[in-house]
Protein backbone atom coordinates (compact mmCIF):
# COMPACT_ATOMS: atom_id res chain seq x y z
CA UNK A 1 0.00 0.00 0.00
CA UNK A 2 1.46 3.46 -1.14
CA UNK A 3 0.62 6.57 0.57
CA UNK A 4 -1.67 7.43 -2.23
CA UNK A 5 -3.82 4.90 -1.75
CA UNK A 6 -3.99 5.26 1.27
CA UNK A 7 -5.20 8.64 1.08
CA UNK A 8 -7.72 7.99 -1.40
CA UNK A 9 -8.82 5.24 0.86
CA UNK A 10 -9.85 7.97 3.33
CA UNK A 11 -11.09 10.16 0.73
CA UNK A 12 -13.72 8.08 -0.50
CA UNK A 13 -14.78 7.31 3.14
CA UNK A 14 -15.09 11.24 3.37
CA UNK A 15 -17.27 11.58 0.05
CA UNK A 16 -19.58 9.17 1.56
CA UNK A 17 -20.29 10.31 4.36
CA UNK A 18 -20.82 13.88 3.13
CA UNK A 19 -23.19 12.39 0.48
CA UNK A 20 -25.12 11.10 2.82
CA UNK A 21 -25.15 13.63 5.42
CA UNK A 22 -26.60 15.83 2.52
CA UNK A 23 -29.75 13.67 2.50
CA UNK A 24 -30.48 13.44 5.82
CA UNK A 25 -33.71 16.27 6.77
CA UNK A 26 -34.17 18.19 9.59
CA UNK A 27 -32.35 17.92 13.32
CA UNK A 28 -32.83 13.69 13.16
CA UNK A 29 -30.90 11.64 14.76
CA UNK A 30 -29.30 10.39 11.81
CA UNK A 31 -28.26 14.07 10.33
CA UNK A 32 -26.19 14.78 13.77
CA UNK A 33 -24.85 11.07 13.31
CA UNK A 34 -23.12 11.88 10.45
CA UNK A 35 -22.42 15.11 10.40
CA UNK A 36 -20.02 14.05 13.95
CA UNK A 37 -18.50 11.40 11.68
CA UNK A 38 -17.97 13.66 9.16
CA UNK A 39 -15.97 16.37 11.17
CA UNK A 40 -14.23 13.18 13.39
CA UNK A 41 -12.65 12.48 9.34
CA UNK A 42 -11.96 15.77 8.43
CA UNK A 43 -10.13 16.72 11.52
CA UNK A 44 -8.01 13.66 11.73
CA UNK A 45 -7.38 13.15 8.33
CA UNK A 46 -6.05 16.42 8.01
CA UNK A 47 -4.09 16.44 10.97
CA UNK A 48 -2.56 13.16 9.91
CA UNK A 49 -2.36 13.91 6.01
CA UNK A 50 -0.12 17.42 6.79
CA UNK A 51 2.65 15.34 8.94
CA UNK A 52 2.83 12.24 6.41
CA UNK A 53 2.24 13.42 3.04
CA UNK A 54 2.63 17.69 2.41
CA UNK A 55 5.56 17.82 5.30
CA UNK A 56 7.77 15.80 2.99
CA UNK A 57 6.64 17.40 -0.06
CA UNK A 58 7.54 20.85 1.35
CA UNK A 59 11.44 19.78 1.48
CA UNK A 60 11.03 19.87 -2.48
CA UNK A 61 10.28 23.13 -4.74
CA UNK A 62 8.12 21.85 -7.13
CA UNK A 63 5.34 21.00 -4.52
CA UNK A 64 5.84 23.65 -2.10
CA UNK A 65 3.34 26.19 -3.73
CA UNK A 66 0.47 22.83 -3.78
CA UNK A 67 1.06 22.39 -0.26
CA UNK A 68 0.42 25.76 0.72
CA UNK A 69 -2.66 25.81 -0.83
CA UNK A 70 -4.10 22.41 0.28
CA UNK A 71 -3.30 23.04 4.04
CA UNK A 72 -4.95 26.56 3.22
CA UNK A 73 -8.22 24.71 2.08
CA UNK A 74 -7.96 22.25 5.34
CA UNK A 75 -8.21 25.75 6.99
CA UNK A 76 -11.28 27.00 4.98
CA UNK A 77 -12.90 23.50 5.85
CA UNK A 78 -12.62 23.93 9.53
CA UNK A 79 -14.12 27.27 9.15
CA UNK A 80 -17.49 25.57 7.82
CA UNK A 81 -17.38 22.81 10.25
CA UNK A 82 -17.58 25.89 12.83
CA UNK A 83 -20.58 27.29 11.30
CA UNK A 84 -22.39 24.61 11.29
CA UNK A 85 -21.84 23.89 14.92
CA UNK A 86 -22.98 27.17 15.31
CA UNK A 87 -26.66 26.48 13.47
CA UNK A 88 -29.55 24.82 14.17
CA UNK A 89 -29.18 21.31 12.42
CA UNK A 90 -33.25 21.55 11.40
CA UNK A 91 -32.56 25.15 9.63
CA UNK A 92 -32.47 25.89 6.26
CA UNK A 93 -29.38 27.83 6.67
CA UNK A 94 -27.31 24.73 8.42
CA UNK A 95 -28.68 23.06 5.22
CA UNK A 96 -27.07 25.36 2.86
CA UNK A 97 -23.84 25.69 4.25
CA UNK A 98 -23.47 21.78 4.63
CA UNK A 99 -23.46 21.78 0.73
CA UNK A 100 -20.90 24.59 0.90
CA UNK A 101 -18.87 22.60 3.09
CA UNK A 102 -19.47 19.14 0.90
CA UNK A 103 -18.74 21.05 -2.65
CA UNK A 104 -15.45 22.63 -1.32
CA UNK A 105 -14.45 18.80 0.10
CA UNK A 106 -14.90 17.18 -2.97
CA UNK A 107 -12.97 19.99 -4.63
CA UNK A 108 -10.28 19.72 -2.65
CA UNK A 109 -10.22 15.78 -2.70
CA UNK A 110 -10.33 16.30 -6.23
CA UNK A 111 -7.40 18.82 -6.58
CA UNK A 112 -5.47 16.97 -4.68
CA UNK A 113 -5.92 13.46 -6.33
CA UNK A 114 -5.67 14.91 -9.48
CA UNK A 115 -3.15 17.94 -9.91
CA UNK A 116 -0.63 16.59 -6.26
CA UNK A 117 -0.52 13.13 -6.22
CA UNK A 118 0.96 13.01 -9.59
CA UNK A 119 3.53 15.37 -9.01
CA UNK A 120 4.46 13.60 -5.77
CA UNK A 121 4.29 10.61 -6.53
CA UNK A 122 7.64 11.41 -8.87
CA UNK A 123 9.59 12.62 -6.20
CA UNK A 124 8.42 10.26 -3.45
CA UNK A 125 10.81 6.88 -3.84
CA UNK A 126 9.19 3.55 -3.67
CA UNK A 127 10.00 2.96 0.04
CA UNK A 128 9.06 6.41 1.05
CA UNK A 129 5.07 5.72 -0.84
CA UNK A 130 5.23 2.79 1.77
CA UNK A 131 6.66 3.71 5.12
CA UNK A 132 4.57 7.16 4.51
CA UNK A 133 1.55 5.38 4.12
CA UNK A 134 1.97 2.93 6.99
CA UNK A 135 2.60 5.63 8.91
CA UNK A 136 -0.36 7.61 8.27
CA UNK A 137 -2.71 4.85 8.72
CA UNK A 138 -0.91 3.86 12.07
CA UNK A 139 -1.54 7.54 13.26
CA UNK A 140 -5.43 7.64 11.57
CA UNK A 141 -6.47 4.82 13.13
CA UNK A 142 -5.12 5.54 16.68
CA UNK A 143 -7.20 9.15 16.27
CA UNK A 144 -10.23 7.70 15.02
CA UNK A 145 -9.87 4.97 17.76
CA UNK A 146 -9.37 7.42 21.01
CA UNK A 147 -12.06 10.23 19.81
CA UNK A 148 -14.62 7.58 20.01
CA UNK A 149 -13.46 6.33 23.10
CA UNK A 150 -13.52 9.80 24.50
CA UNK A 151 -17.05 9.96 22.81
CA UNK A 152 -18.76 7.03 24.41
CA UNK A 153 -17.13 8.40 27.96
CA UNK A 154 -18.99 11.66 27.20
CA UNK A 155 -22.04 10.24 26.35
CA UNK A 156 -22.04 7.03 29.44
CA UNK A 157 -21.86 10.43 32.00
CA UNK A 158 -24.42 12.13 30.36
CA UNK A 159 -26.85 9.45 30.50
CA UNK A 160 -25.47 8.72 34.20
CA UNK A 161 -26.62 11.94 34.87
CA UNK A 162 -29.30 12.31 33.15
CA UNK A 163 -30.61 9.35 34.88
CA UNK A 164 -30.02 10.63 38.73
CA UNK A 165 -31.63 13.73 37.45
CA UNK A 166 -34.89 11.69 37.06
CA UNK A 167 -34.88 10.10 40.16
CA UNK A 168 -33.93 12.90 42.33
CA UNK A 169 -37.47 14.22 43.30
CA UNK A 170 -38.74 17.42 43.88
CA UNK A 171 -37.82 19.40 47.48
CA UNK A 172 -35.73 16.70 48.26
CA UNK A 173 -32.32 17.08 50.24
CA UNK A 174 -28.85 17.32 48.00
CA UNK A 175 -26.67 15.20 48.80
CA UNK A 176 -24.63 14.73 51.87
CA UNK A 177 -21.41 15.84 51.36
CA UNK A 178 -18.44 13.16 51.67
CA UNK A 179 -17.16 12.44 54.99
CA UNK A 180 -13.89 14.67 55.43
CA UNK A 181 -10.57 12.77 56.46
CA UNK A 182 -8.26 13.52 59.21
CA UNK A 183 -6.39 16.56 57.52
CA UNK A 184 -9.72 17.81 56.64
CA UNK A 185 -9.91 16.27 52.79
CA UNK A 186 -12.39 13.92 51.81
CA UNK A 187 -12.31 10.42 51.88
CA UNK A 188 -10.64 8.62 48.77
CA UNK A 189 -14.04 6.38 48.28
CA UNK A 190 -15.57 9.45 47.71
CA UNK A 191 -14.39 11.27 45.42
CA UNK A 192 -15.36 11.05 41.80
CA UNK A 193 -13.52 8.52 39.36
CA UNK A 194 -11.12 10.74 37.05
CA UNK A 195 -11.83 10.51 33.43
CA UNK A 196 -9.72 8.15 31.00
CA UNK A 197 -6.32 10.31 30.91
CA UNK A 198 -4.36 8.50 28.73
CA UNK A 199 -6.78 8.72 26.11
CA UNK A 200 -7.36 12.83 27.02
CA UNK A 201 -3.27 12.97 26.73
CA UNK A 202 -3.47 11.05 23.36
CA UNK A 203 -5.73 13.50 21.54
CA UNK A 204 -3.94 16.32 23.27
CA UNK A 205 -0.55 15.37 22.21
CA UNK A 206 -1.92 14.93 18.89
CA UNK A 207 -3.22 18.17 18.35
CA UNK A 208 -0.41 19.62 19.62
CA UNK A 209 1.67 17.76 17.39
CA UNK A 210 -0.37 19.05 14.52
CA UNK A 211 -0.01 22.46 15.42
CA UNK A 212 4.03 22.60 15.37
CA UNK A 213 3.96 20.63 12.53
CA UNK A 214 1.40 23.15 10.58
CA UNK A 215 3.30 26.19 12.07
CA UNK A 216 6.80 24.44 10.82
CA UNK A 217 5.37 24.00 7.31
CA UNK A 218 4.00 27.61 7.13
CA UNK A 219 7.31 28.65 8.32
CA UNK A 220 9.31 26.72 5.69
CA UNK A 221 6.90 27.96 2.83
CA UNK A 222 6.77 31.24 4.20
CA UNK A 223 10.44 31.53 4.25
CA UNK A 224 10.81 29.92 0.88
CA UNK A 225 8.73 32.27 -1.08
CA UNK A 226 10.25 35.11 0.48
CA UNK A 227 13.80 33.77 -1.76
Known amino acids: TTIFEALRTDHDVQRTIADRLLE ?11 FDKLVQQLESHAGVEERYFYNPLVEHDVTQDHARHSIAEHKELDDFVEQLQGYDMSSSQWLVTARELVDRLKHHLKEE ?21 AAYAEDMQRRLQATEALKADAERAAAKAEKRSKKAK ?7 SPPA ?29 DAAHADSLRASLSAAKAL
Open 24 to 34: TEGADGNRKEL
Open 181 to 209: TSDGGSSPKAEAKPADGRLAAAVAKATEA
Open 170 to 176: PGAAPPA
Open 113 to 133: EVEIFPVAGKLLSDEEKESLA
